[in-house]
């Protein structure tokens, strides 16, 4: 059960992990935008450059976050595994 206890620790430190970059990831597109659009020296054309760069940075961003977010799931279904077969052998014995 100790093995148990020190897995979940290690997952909520991935949850604390993934939920961190995506506050950073999101002060990134705050700052994408806020930046493109307070400037009126730039010309409009730059500023569709600028925004479609941002998005798609966005999206590589998020596609991290989410295979993030499956490797903890992976974790947390082997764990259920763990404690389930844990509970089946305490019944038999």
């Known amino acids: 059960m100790e093995n148990v206890m020190q897995e979940l620790k290690a997952i909520m430190q991935d949850v604390k992990e993934a939920t961190a970059r995506v506050s950073e990831y999101t002060m990134e597109i705050d700052r994408g935008i806020n930046v493109n659009h307070t400037d009126e020296s730039v010309i409009k054309q730059d500023k569709i450059n600028n925004l479609f ?41």
């Open 53 to 93: 760069y941002c998005l798609d940075d966005a999206r590589f961003n998020m596609d991290r976050v989410q295979e993030s977010l499956k490797d903890i799931h992976e974790k947390l279904d082997v764990l259920l595994d763990v404690v389930e077969y844990e509970n089946i052998a305490k019944e038999i014995r």
